[in-house]
């Protein structure tokens, strides 16, 4: 499965911006999905996960603010990014990966790291 995310870019406190994921396999459903970050001289950290049935888990620190969703017929996920600030400033990376589909308080569930990552794509949020 190969990823490919799009859709980052600058943006200032408040503004929108929304991330796309493209899989290259429709086996990409069978997995766990969800968006990633890390920020310098931090750990990588959850933001969103999703399952195959729809259900979702999202990080306490962007919730009722983020937005992870599916298009099945694309193979393409997304994140909408809503009432941004400065500490959403990251490299975010989609993930595939086989695994507990939660996003915990801290740290990685385990097969996170050894899943389908793709490149990033760098969000800065200007305050």
């Known amino acids: 499965v190969q990823l490919a995310e799009s859709g980052g870019g600058s943006v200032a406190a408040g503004g929108s911006l929304r991330l796309s994921c493209e899989a290259s396999d429709y086996m990409y459903k069978m997995y766990c999905r969800g968006w990633f970050r890390q920020a310098p001289g931090k750990e990588r950290e959850g933001v969103a996960v999703?399952?195959?049935?729809?259900?979702?888990a999202y990080a306490d620190a962007v919730k009722g603010r983020f937005t992870i969703s599916q298009d099945n017929t694309t193979n393409t996920l997304y994140l909408q990014m809503s009432s941004v600030k400065a500490e959403d400033t990251a490299m975010y990376y989609c993930v595939a990966y086989r695994g507990w589909c939660t996003v915990p308080a801290g740290g990685l569930v385990p097969g996170v790291e050894s899943g389908y990552w793709g490149q990033g794509t760098q969000v800065t949020v200007s305050s």
């Open positions: 999703i399952r195959s049935d729809g259900e979702t």
